[in-house]
């Protein structure tokens, strides 16, 4: 069974930084790509960033050239470093991975961008 555990969320100023990481258990292999959603209130859940297992990324435009999306193979960890935040990042954001056939989503952690 195969686990995803985000963390790093909480309340950052406007113009602050948060790095977000996501550590995967379990039987994880062919990796098609491992991504970055989030969902606020009242919206729909929209990809922020994905990595293929190829290595090339993707982002939202909304969040291009501020957050970037990263991976350690040896912590089986992913991770979102988020940068100039702004309030209308505020968001449960979520780390899904896609292998072989399945996927899986972490649990989500807050993100709160206020003054």
């Known amino acids: 069974q195969v686990q995803l555990v985000e963390s790093g969320g909480g309340l950052v100023q ?57 991976r350690d193979a040896t912590k089986n960890t992913i991770f979102l470093q988020m940068n100039s935040l702004k309030p209308e990042d505020t968001a449960v954001y ?3 991975i896609s292998w072989a056939q399945y996927a899986s989503w972490g649990q989500g952690t807050q993100v709160t961008v206020s003054s």
């Open 14 to 70: 406007p113009g602050g930084s948060l790095r977000l990481s996501c550590l995967a258990s379990g039987n994880i292999f062919s990796i098609n790509d491992m991504g970055w959603y989030r969902q606020a209130p009242g919206k729909q859940r929209e990809l922020v960033a994905v990595l293929s297992g190829r290595g090339s990324t993707d982002y939202a435009d909304s969040v291009k050239g501020r957050f970037t999306i990263s």
């Open 94 to 96: 979520y780390c899904r």
